[in-house]
């Protein structure tokens, strides 16, 4: 049930924002950024850390929090 309420959350916050082009943040990565742009949903990104590769949740109406493995752990993108 719970997983349930997490993903039905996160459908409802995909629907309601939105994140600038993928175009625009990858020239941004080449200017030398630390955060690139790994997908983006409407106004909710995810981006990743390109020195540590820890991925985070970005939303425009929320802020940002790191992506978590089942088990508790920072995820870390390949």
């Known amino acids: ?3 349930k309420l997490i993903v039905a ?5 995909i629907a309601l924002c939105g994140c600038r082009l993928a175009e625009a943040a990858e020239s941004e990565n080449k200017a ?3 955060m690139m742009l790994v997908d983006a949903y409407g106004e909710m990104c995810i981006y990743q850390d390109a020195n540590t590769g820890v991925q985070y949740f970005y939303s425009r109406q929320g802020g940002i929090c790191p992506l978590f493995n089942a ?8």
């Open 71 to 78: 088990d508790g752990s920072l995820y870390v993108g390949g």
């Open 32 to 34: 030398g950024f630390r």
């Open 9 to 13: 959350a996160a459908a409802l916050a």
């Open 1 to 3: 049930m719970k997983m």
